[in-house]
């Protein structure tokens, strides 16, 4: 209860197939919440990595595309913090770039990439040049909700009552799992907020 936007646990660290790396929340309020997650991950990765001040980044900002990582600069996300993630990436043999945000809270609540060149994208990632080298599925922007989705093997997990959405994942080839998150969209929280996946 300390921490009521520790269900959103994604932003607090970014896990990588190499390391994982503990973020520094831009809300003030969630900074609490990453020693909490370190003493986790703390038995499950053998590196582990953390972002210091003046640094912010949450997790939610940063999409992952084959062993490049696209990082939002956001009102939670700022530069500092990019300058840190990225050399931690490089690190480990991986490539980072930095992606300004306009007009949404993270990177991924317009944004999922999944698999095989394939973005699902809404709003202002639409025309948005970074990502013109990849196959569009576009989410209406009354259903943008549902542009942040999980491919996970052969099924994409979406929020459920996006039928537009769904029926445009499925007409790629892809077996749809929808799931009830109207609670947390409440509280302005994605799917892919609600879980970390290694």
């Known amino acids: 209860e300390e921490y009521p936007d520790s269900t959103f646990v994604e932003d607090v660290a970014l896990i990588t197939p190499k390391c994982a790396i503990i973020t520094r929340p831009g809300a003030q309020s969630r900074r609490g919440e990453v020693e909490q997650i370190e003493s ?9 990595e953390r972002i210091k001040a003046p640094g912010t980044i949450e997790a939610g900002d940063i999409m992952m595309v084959g062993n490049h990582y696209y990082i939002g600069l956001s009102e ?19 490539t980072g770039s930095t992606v300004d945000l306009n007009d949404v809270l993270h990177l991924k609540t317009g944004l999922s ?24 599925i576009e989410i209406p922007n009354k259903e943008s909700y549902a542009a942040n989705c999980i491919r996970v093997n052969d099924f994409v997990i979406v929020p459920l009552g996006y039928p537009l959405s769904k029926d445009k994942i499925s007409n790629f080839g892809y077996k749809v799992i929808e799931v009830d998150v109207s609670e947390f969209k409440k509280l302005d929280g994605g799917l892919s907020c609600l879980s970390l996946r290694y």
Not at 40 to 48: A, G, P, R
Not at 114 to 128: M, P
């Open 40 to 48: 986790v991950l703390k038995s499950e990765f053998n590196n582990l």
């Open 76 to 94: 939670r996300t700022n530069t500092q913090g990019a300058e840190q993630i990225i050399p931690i990436l490089n690190k480990y043999g991986y």
């Open 113 to 136: 990439y999944l698999e095989n060149n394939i973005l699902v994208v809404c709003g202002e990632f639409k025309n948005d040049p970074v990502f013109s080298s990849y196959e569009h």
